[in-house]
């Protein structure tokens, strides 16, 4: 069965009973699709062909749902559903059916019902916008604390043999199943005197703090907007970082991120890195 989530409210595709609401297939075919390209295309003027693409940039994705409700109760669900649909808010869409579970996060452009009282009957028809367009799938979490020495073996070596206790490298890996790049929140709660030093073993590529993240605080490294902020995203302390490598932090459609966690100065508490993402199509 095909189900979406329109915020707090469930739905369902075709069919349906009274105090359901139904979503028309046509919103189906706008979800999955791929929105329009908005890189420019340079013609070769001496030769066949054109220049190639570095990267194909994509606009905002215009969705139109279509979809009715009837029964005893359609007042009520009516009211809900423009509560819900309130010009200008945003909210979270969720399709589930056998492709998996995708979400996108989509403005309310329009939305007009049209009811039918004597039917006991509302049709609807809503035109959304995602200004991203990508959809993503369920979130994917992975933490560590710092990384830890082993035991080593000892010397001279007893019988039977003791060989010690791995060590813990303090890394997390990323794997991107889906088809479009996507970037991880990564959270490093405190307390580090000296800041953080986040290292993508693959790309190289660092994001450093230099900056005291307090016990019982957490600075967040948004990977998407290229910001860094201490508890809320209003407590912006991107200005304390020394290194910037924030592309190399993207994972790529099908691709895997390794992250290292180093801290600096002195250590309290138990400082955890905390990766969040979720797969993009």
Known sequence: MTTVAFGPLSMRAGGGRDGDYIVESGFFSDWYSVSQSKTEIRERAVADGAFGIDRDWRSGLGLQMLGRFRGDAWPTMLADLSRVAALGTTVDVTVSDAVGVSTRRVQVRKFVPKPMPGAKLCYFAMDLFAVDPKRYGPEQIASTGLPTSGTGQP???????????????????????????????????????????LVEITTGAYLQLDRVIPLGSTAFFNTRTSRVYL????????????????????????GTRIIQFNGQGAVSGTPTLIARFSPAF
């Open 155 to 197: 010397w001279p070596q007893p019988w039977p043999a003791d060989w010690g206790t791995g060590g813990d490298p303090g890394r997390v890996t990323l794997v991107n199943p889906g088809t479009a790049d996507t970037s991880p929140l990564l959270a490093v709660s405190g307390g580090l005197d000296g800041g953080v030093q």
């Open 231 to 254: 508890d809320i995203p209003d407590n912006d302390i991107s200005g304390f970082t020394s290194r910037r490598g924030w592309e190399g932090f993207q994972i790529p459609a099908g």
